[in-house]
């Protein structure tokens, strides 16, 4: 994303210019005026800054803007099985993205909460004789049985010996059963909430409240009964990525598995499962009914994914930084891939606001898994060590020293970042912002980027430069993606190429870097064959369209670029560095060429029909925008010309 202070580098002489040689446009008019052109630089900083603070609110209190459900996990204690579900066609169905297995959850009015009120009165009832307790609790329950279900929100809930308010929609989960005997409410437990991650407001975050029911038999769910319950869940005013249905219907897929084979399902690129369910299913082995310690508790904006890894592709994450981007962002995602004592970073672009954020993701999630790994590796050689000084006692104490203090200093290394990989995509400032507190903490990384980015990071890391693979054909990509190397082989090019990034000390996971110009002319992307995951950079953004740099992007480039994702790497997971993932690229990306596709159409007809200026283009094609939108169409209009110039159609 482009930093705004980007889009006025150049002078409005230099844009003329440029627009004129690229047309042959004879009007020099950007323009109409240099006031206005003064105006509008100060209305678009001003607005920027407004926006920027407004953002900030909305980012510590947006409950107004959460999607909240009750999420319900029944779950078999004669098997140790869990139900999931598999939304299979709709777009709209939040709790449970599209082609995503999950728990069936219900929509609520708002969070569940523990009263106060209540949490005093427990502890009141807690002097008192058990028979009073036990009163009290069949007061609660019978008050239950007898209240219907738009009236249940306002009830007070016993779950694990506390009061909560209820959200649950009792008597809708009582008719999923095919015998109503099966359900007990004395077999539900509150397990806690998880909130999805904030990265603009148009997209609404999701609360989940989760809820364990236990159940004898995996046979006692009806899937119809369940399918209808879920559709009343599904939210048509909110906005709808493409691909499935947008309609207020439904069809789920039931599976009944232990929780550890659904993770080991996910983890071999079978099935897609979002961070929040993968977290309370490594959770469940910790519950216990005698155990009122809950299992999921959300994380504050500074420690966002260090407890509950954003992990949306097997061993890649994506954290969302507060960065100097555009809005409607206000952050960029680092994406980060660890594989022993090797860690990959992509994006560090975290500004001022983030840095507490960054250090720490650096201090408690990066350094601490270094140091584990690294104790756990030294607790195996002190037992291979005994037991050969058991089978040995003629082994030579010197070299035992020796050889421990060469173990200490790699381990030193280790901890500096010496297998720490920084890519960075492009040479927008809201990418790389964050290198200086990584430098701090791991003074032996390296970053790798193209020869354009690195001369732009004013850093004291070793710099490696890249260029990365074209996507010309399919037959060379294959060949690319496909190409074996031994583990010595790997170690001899230090564990990268200009065109791959081998992460871990085999170098067993791969990361091909590849060549797609257009946003910048030194864009690059990184793919992830085994799970078909794009770490796409700018390329794609999480909402809307990306813009393009106005002074280094090519919309011919871009779209030749986006051609090749789609014809040649067949991507199924799109990590953007702004907004939310998507599941769904190949649909993404062919919306993108048809919608500039489209526009370069009305940007042609209006050229010839004589409006030649990019003020004149921009009334006819666009219409009346905001100034910081306006500046952004013209930048647009102007690439979109330049285009049709090198076709010869202009």
């Known amino acids: 994303m482009i930093k705004v202070y980007s889009f006025f580098y150049s002078t409005t002489a230099q844009i003329n210019n440029s627009i004129c040689n690229s047309i042959g446009n004879n009007s020099n008019k950007f323009f109409r005026n240099n006031s206005q052109q003064i105006q509008l630089k100060t209305d678009i900083l001003k607005r920027y800054y407004s926006e920027s603070c407004y953002n900030n609110k909305i980012y510590n209190n947006n409950n107004n803007k959460m999607n909240t459900y009750s999420s319900l996990l029944f779950y078999n204690e004669n098997n140790n099985k869990v139900l999931m579900v598999k939304n299979n066609i709709n777009k709209l169905y939040k709790a449970v993205p599209h082609s995503f297995f999950g728990f069936p959850s219900l929509s609520s009015p708002e969070p569940t909460q523990l009263h106060e009120q209540q949490q005093l009165q427990q502890k009141q009832q807690q002097q008192q004789q058990q028979q009073q307790q036990q009163q ?24 694990n010996n506390k009061f909560y308010s209820n959200q649950l929609q009792l008597d809708k989960i009582e008719k999923v059963f095919n015998n109503k005997n099966s359900f007990k409410r004395d077999n539900i437990y509150y397990l806690g909430s998880l909130v ?27 899937k119809n009964k369940l399918e209808t319950i879920l559709v009343d869940s599904i939210s048509p005013t909110d906005p709808a990525s493409s691909g499935g249905t947008k309609e207020k219907t439904l069809d789920i897929s039931m599976e009944w598995k232990e929780p550890m084979e659904f993770l080991k399902e996910f983890n071999l690129h079978r099935k897609f499962i979002s961070p929040e369910t993968q977290y309370l299913l490594k959770m469940l082995s910790l519950f216990s009914k005698t155990n009122n310690d809950l299992l999921a508790i959300t994380e504050d904006k500074n420690n966002l994914g260090i407890t509950i890894p954003l992990e949306f592709a097997p061993l890649i994450e994506s954290i969302p930084v507060r960065s100097n981007t555009l809005h409607p962002f206000n952050s960029t995602n680092l994406i980060i891939s660890q ?15 983030g840095s507490i954020h960054m250090c720490n993701i650096i201090e408690k999630k990066l350094l601490n898994h270094l140091k584990k790994y690294i104790n756990s590796i030294e607790i195996k050689n002190d037992e291979n060590s005994n037991n050969n000084n058991n089978n040995n006692n003629s082994n030579d104490n010197n070299e035992q020293i020796e050889g421990q203090e060469e173990v200490e200093e790699e381990n030193k290394k280790i901890l500096e970042g010496k297998n720490i990989s920084i890519f960075i995509t492009h040479n927008h400032k809201d990418h790389w912002e964050g290198i200086g507190i990584l430098e701090k903490h791991f003074p032996e990384a390296t970053i790798y980027a193209h020869e354009k980015t690195l001369k732009n990071i004013e850093s004291a890391l070793k710099k490696v430069q890249v260029s990365g693979f074209q996507l010309k054909d399919k037959e060379s990509v294959d060949s690319f993606l496909n190409e074996i190397k031994t583990s010595t082989e790997i170690k001899q090019l230090d564990c990268h190429t200009n065109e791959k990034l081998y992460i871990g000390n085999g170098g067993d996971r791969i990361f091909h870097i590849v060549s797609t110009p257009g946003h910048t002319d030194d864009s690059l992307c990184l793919f992830e064959n085994n799970s078909k995951t794009l770490i796409a950079g700018d390329h794609i953004v999480g909402f809307g369209s990306s813009v393009l740099d106005f002074h280094t992007g090519d919309m011919v480039e871009y779209i030749d670029s986006t051609h090749g994702m789609i014809n040649y790497l067949c991507p199924k997971i799109a990590i953007p560095a702004h907004g939310p993932l998507n599941f769904d690229p190949i649909i993404l990306l062919n919306n993108y060429i048809k919608h500039r596709l489209l526009r370069e159409e009305e940007i042609l007809n209006a050229y010839k029909s004589g409006k030649t200026s990019l003020t004149e283009i921009l009334d006819v094609v666009y219409g009346s925008l905001e100034p910081t939108l306006s500046f952004m169409a013209m930048g647009n209009i102007k690439l979109h010309l330049q285009k049709l110039k090198k076709e010869n159609k202009i």
Do not use: M
């Open 136 to 159: 009290q609790q069949e007061k609660q329950k019978d008050s239950l049985s007898t209240k219907n279900d738009n009236s249940c929100c306002n009830e007070k809930l016993l779950l």
């Open 339 to 353: 594989n022993g004592t090797h860690i990959l970073l992509v994006d560090p672009g975290a500004n001022k606001e």
């Open 196 to 222: 999805t991650p904030y990265y603009l407001e148009q997209v609404k975050r999701c609360h989940f409240d989760y809820y364990l029911i236990i159940v004898k038999d995996s046979n006692c769910i009806n």
